[in-house]
């Protein structure tokens, strides 16, 4: 057997591991939001901690197991990388997995130093699984002659890791200087996300469906561009924070930076391929989560005329960007690998619709809380609620839909998934 086949599989356990933090966060957000003893509201110290813990705890928990399992299962076939193996994977997943434990045994303690502790411990044991991934990350980067149509944001992006890694870490525990808190977030936001989200698009549009929305002689440059513009973020997020620039220059940059990654690919051939006479099979996951990104553009500058800065320095669309478009690009594309891993005929895979109304109808409601002045200056927090209640929903549904599918295929599973039998081919 091909040694670039041995490891086809180990996703499984990355995106199952995935869909249990899922669940359990969604739990979490909801006795935060029903039964929290930490009077976040009352408390803007406190509001703007929580909501990095939680910012964290979100993308390096679920979105990072879902880009681990799709990182073990494809890198090894597209690259014959020998690193990506089941020891590494579970070191990753040991590290994660009870560094978000920490984070939640110290939310639920109800007791704020407590937390502080124990979060710290998580946050550190999550940035430590980062860094596990190192040296397949590297091994990655020796093998970018073989990169195609993804560039260099097939191998770069593990090198961001280890940065973030440290970004991430050294934010918390410099967190009494003010702004380090808001730079932690403005580099997972503002760099991991992005970065992220523009190799799943990638993969998706130019690799999997051979779309070539983006010149991949291009890709250097708007790599750099991604690139400058998140660092800028970062620095710009820090000096917002000690009052030296406004709120009115952080919305619109972060509007800049989702514009930028949206018109990386060619929205224009996007479109044509996704409607119309000309439309071909694709992920609907990944699309939305794409075309989600100039919304999310618009609701970034929306504070600029409705007047309302956030709370505690809190930019709504952060969140939005993480749980909506970044998670369903990342979880339209696993879900869209494990198909092929089932062989399932593309033009007859399924959309799912009830989730994704669910998931919109669920980010309406939460722009609209973060946003509206009497949702959180006059405490009227049903909107609040009806959101937590549809979120909580959903994601169950998606999360029992996805452990269904990955432990219970009802379908034969093949170790080789539709499609990267061409790009062996290719490569070799």
Same mark, same amino acid.
């Given at each position: ?5 041995q490891?086809?599989?180990?996703y ?19 006795w935060?939001t029903?039964f ?19 910012i ?9 197991? $879902?880009?681990?399992g799709i990182a ?8 014959n990388?020998?690193?990506?193996e ?11 997995g ?12 109800g007791?704020?130093s407590l937390?502080?502790?124990l979060? %710290?411990?998580g !946050?550190? +044991? ?13 091994? =990655?980067?020796k093998?970018?002659?073989k ?8 191998y ?6 280890? $940065?973030?890694?440290?970004?991430? %870490? ?14 932690? =977030?403005a580099?997972?936001?503002?760099i991991?996300?992005?970065m ?8 998706h ?10 010149? *991949?002689k ?5 790599f750099?561009f991604?690139l !400058?513009?998140?660092? %800028? ?9 000690r %009052?030296?620039?406004?709120?009115? !220059? $952080?919305?619109m @940059?972060?509007?800049? !930076?989702?514009?930028?990654?949206f ?15 000309? &439309? ?5 996951? /990944?699309?939305?989560?794409?075309l989600?990104? *100039? ?6 500058? &929306? *504070?600029? @005329?409705?007047?309302?800065g956030?709370?505690?320095? =809190?930019?709504?669309?952060h ?10 690009i990342?979880s ?7 198909e ?8 007859s895979?399924?959309?799912?619709w009830? +989730? /994704? ?8 409601l ?13 405490r ?7 959101w937590?209640?549809?979120?909580t ?5 998606l999360a029992? +839909?996805?452990?269904r599918?990955?432990?219970? *295929?009802?379908?034969?599973w093949?170790?080789?998934p539709m499609f ?9």
């Amino acid at each position: 057997m091909d040694k670039r086949q041995q490891f086809a599989g180990s996703y499984l356990e990355l995106f199952t591991s995935s869909m249990i933090s899922f669940i359990a966060l969604t739990f979490l957000l909801s006795w935060l939001t029903f039964f929290s003893p930490y009077e976040l509201f009352e408390n803007e110290d406190r509001l703007a901690m929580m909501n990095y813990v939680l910012i964290a705890l979100f993308t390096l928990g679920p979105v990072m197991a $879902i880009l681990a399992g799709i990182a073990f299962d494809t890198f090894p076939l597209v690259y014959n990388v020998p690193s990506f193996e089941k020891t590494t994977m579970r070191h990753f997943l040991q590290l994660n997995g009870i560094g978000q434990l920490f984070i939640h045994v110290g939310i639920y303690s109800g007791t704020w130093s407590l937390f502080i502790e124990l979060s %710290g411990i998580g !946050i550190i +044991l999550m940035c430590l699984a980062l860094l596990s991934l190192t040296s397949s990350s590297l091994d =990655i980067v020796k093998q970018k002659s073989k990169s195609g149509e993804v560039g260099i944001f097939s191998y770069a992006p593990g090198l961001v890791l280890v $940065i973030c890694a440290f970004f991430i %870490g050294a934010s918390w525990f410099l967190r009494d200087i003010t702004g380090m808190i808001e730079v932690g =977030i403005a580099f997972i936001v503002g760099i991991f996300c992005m970065m992220m989200m523009s190799t799943v698009l990638l993969s998706h549009f130019n690799r999997r469906l051979g779309w070539s929305t983006t010149n *991949p002689k291009t890709l250097p440059i708007r790599f750099l561009f991604l690139l !400058i513009f998140g660092i %800028g973020y970062t620095a710009a997020s820090f000096l917002r924070a000690r %009052g030296s620039i406004s709120e009115d !220059i $952080i919305d619109m @940059w972060f509007a800049v !930076i989702l514009l930028n990654v949206f018109f990386m690919m060619n929205p224009i051939k996007v479109m044509r391929f996704s409607f119309g006479r000309y &439309a071909k099979p694709h992920s609907r996951f /990944v699309l939305i989560g794409y075309l989600l990104l *100039p919304m999310l553009a618009i609701v970034s500058i &929306a *504070p600029i @005329w409705t007047g309302h800065g956030g709370l505690a320095n =809190i930019q709504p669309t952060h969140w939005l960007l993480i749980i909506y478009s970044c998670f369903f690009i990342v979880s339209g594309f696993a879900i869209y690998l494990h198909e092929d891993h089932l062989h399932y005929s593309p033009s007859s895979r399924v959309t799912h619709w009830h +989730l /994704v109304i669910m998931f919109l109808a669920a980010g309406g409601l939460m722009t609209w809380s973060l946003y509206d002045d009497s949702v959180l200056l006059d405490r009227e927090y049903l909107p609040i609620y009806i959101w937590i209640a549809i979120q909580t929903t959903a994601s169950l549904l998606l999360a029992v +839909l996805f452990i269904r599918h990955t432990i219970f *295929p009802a379908d034969n599973w093949h170790r080789m998934p539709m499609f990267y039998d061409r790009l062996i081919e290719n490569n070799d």
